[in-house]
């Protein structure tokens, strides 16, 4: 199982849901991401994995992004 956190603009890390496999992980972050902010149009979402294994997210905004990790935020 893993966590998709959303990633605010000072850096904090805010727990979003849980993904299981198979999950479509970046419809889930544009559900959350509509819900955050309405008016806001995603033109497009790109993703990435890093060398812990962490999936980020960018959806077009230059300072907040969405991370689907497997292990817990403290």
């Not at 999950?23 to 309405?38: G, N, Q, T």
Request: aromatic residues 22%.
């Amino acid at each position: 199982m893993k966590k998709l956190y959303f990633v605010n603009f000072n850096g904090e890390y805010e727990f979003v849901c849980d993904i299981a496999e198979g999950d479509l992980f970046i419809s889930k972050a544009l559900d959350d991401l509509y819900k955050r902010y309405p008016k806001f149009q995603s033109y497009y979402q790109r993703y990435h994995e890093d060398d812990e294994g962490s999936i980020w997210i960018d959806y077009g905004s230059h300072s907040q992004f969405y991370v689907l990790k497997t292990d817990k935020i403290d």
